[in-house]
Every structure is written in structure tokens, then in C-alpha cells.
């Protein structure tokens, strides 16, 4: 498995399978990130979303729809999408940190957490959901 470094990123794809992406930790940004690199554009979200999201997926106990949803569009109620945007979630709110390239958490979290094997995730063409392990 890579290191999840600028160096050695992680080499995810797509709960459906459409689009590979790399994603590393950048420990030394303010705050601490997770870099998403999707061909030519770049997506940040706060490094701590990993241990918060698969918290709140073992306290949801079962499959959770992810939902994934550009940052101008509604997230559904109760997916992964709407908690990584929710006032609810640890962090009060957007755990995107590039205005403009805030959403996508529920396509591009998932897989960094099943790559780390914290959860399970379906690979559909559609309707992708993921649990806790």
C-alpha cells in the first residue's frame, strides 16, 4: 500500500469505477490536508475527516448511501455527502477546505477509506453506499 505522501499518494478510483485520482496528506498546511488530485483539478479537505468520518460510520451501524454532490448542489439528507457538509459533523460544517471544490466528499472520502480499511464500499454504477469496519 502507498504511503499516502506527496511522494507515495494513495491511487484511488471512483466508487463506480469512472475515474482514477490520487489522494496524500499534506500534514504541514494550515489546517492539515487531505490532497485530492482529479486529473487537473485539485480538491482539499481537512485531514482529521478520516477518523471523523469512519467514527460517525460506526455509530450509523449499517450501509450509508454516500451521495456525492458538487459543492452548489443539494447533498441528500443522511448520505456521507450531507454529513461532510453538515453543522452536525465534528467540525461544524464543510470539511472541503477550496471554496468552489468544497463537495465530492462522498465520492472521494469512501475509497481513501476502504484503500486504509476502515470500510466496506459497493462499486455500482449508481447509489454506492459504504459501512464501517
Not at 485530492?36 to 468520518?53: E, N, R
Not at 475509497?111 to 454504477?125: D, M
Amino acid at each position: 500500500m502507498a504511503e499516502g505522501t506527496k511522494e507515495d499518494p494513495w491511487e484511488l478510483t471512483t466508487p463506480p469505477g469512472s475515474s482514477q485520482y490520487t489522494m496524500y496528506r499534506d500534514e504541514h498546511s494550515d489546517p492539515p490536508a487531505l490532497v485530492c488530485q482529479v486529473g487537473s483539478t485539485t480538491l482539499k479537505y481537512q485531514l482529521h475527516a478520516i477518523d471523523d468520518l469512519h467514527a460517525w460510520l460506526v455509530s450509523q451501524g449499517d450501509w450509508v448511501s454516500l451521495g456525492a454532490a458538487d459543492e452548489k448542489k443539494p447533498a441528500a439528507h443522511g448520505t456521507v455527502e450531507a454529513w461532510g457538509r453538515s453543522t452536525d459533523n465534528p467540525v461544524g460544517g464543510w470539511y472541503g477546505l477550496r471554496s468552489g471544490y468544497r463537495g465530492r466528499f462522498g465520492m472521494y472520502m469512501p475509497p481513501l477509506l476502504e484503500e486504509l480499511g476502515l470500510a466496506e464500499v459497493t462499486h455500482e454504477a449508481r447509489n454506492n453506499q459504504m459501512r464501517a469496519l
